[in-house]
Each structure stands twice: as structure tokens, then as C-alpha cells.
């Protein structure tokens, strides 16, 4: 017997429903949303959102260019530079020297 759904295996979501919650998740709507469009509860489409990000990310693990060990030298990263604070460039730095440190927000200098 062939099930309702070809893309879902197992799925009670009619394949029409399944592909509306799709178009839904490429909209960037919330769960909540997407569930009282659709009808299906929120835990099912909280379910399947995890399920399609974790496809997501493999497929962009598979193609990605990097791999292996990735050289970052210290260049300054973001708008123009303003005297006096302290940027993500100097909160690298500091992690980096320090691992064991706890991390503190951007704003605060000793």
C-alpha cells in the first residue's frame, strides 16, 4: 500500500498539506502560525521543522568548500572602526588568549 506522503515516510500529512507546511517554512512564519494555517498541531510542525533543518544542514555540510583545518588571520570584520571600543575582532583576540576565561559582553573594559 502506497502512504500518503512520498517525501515524509510514515507520516499521517497528506503530501498537499506536507508541501503548504513546506512553502510555509520558506515564508520564515512561526510555528504557532503555520499550525492554526494548516490545522496540524504546533508539537508536529516544531517536529518537522527539526527534522527538515538537520536535512538542511547536511546537505550543506556535503557542499561546502571548507573542511578540514580553516586558517582566519585577525583582519578587522564590519563598519567602519570607532575609536575607543571594543569590537568582535578584539573579543576573538581575547578568547583565544584566554580560553578558560568566561566571556564578557562587548560594552564592559576592565
Not at 508536529?44 to 586558517?71: D, W, Y
Not at 588571520?73 to 584566554?98: C, F, I, P, T
Request: one cysteine or more; hydrophobic letters at 35%; charged letters at 30%.
Amino acid at each position: 500500500m502506497q502512504g500518503k506522503n512520498r517525501y515524509f515516510r510514515r507520516s499521517h500529512l497528506s503530501e498537499a498539506k506536507f508541501k503548504a507546511i513546506i512553502r510555509y517554512f520558506a515564508h520564515d512564519l512561526r510555528a504557532w502560525k503555520i499550525a492554526e494555517l494548516s490545522g496540524v498541531s504546533r508539537p508536529t510542525i516544531n517536529q518537522l521543522f527539526m527534522k527538515l533543518r538537520t536535512r538542511i544542514a547536511q546537505l550543506c555540510n556535503a557542499s561546502s568548500p571548507l573542511s578540514g583545518e580553516v586558517e582566519v588571520d585577525e583582519s578587522y570584520v564590519g563598519a567602519h572602526r570607532v575609536r575607543g571600543k571594543r569590537g568582535a575582532e578584539q573579543a576573538v583576540k581575547d578568547r583565544l588568549r584566554n580560553p578558560g576565561t568566561p566571556r564578557e559582553s562587548v560594552g564592559n573594559r576592565p
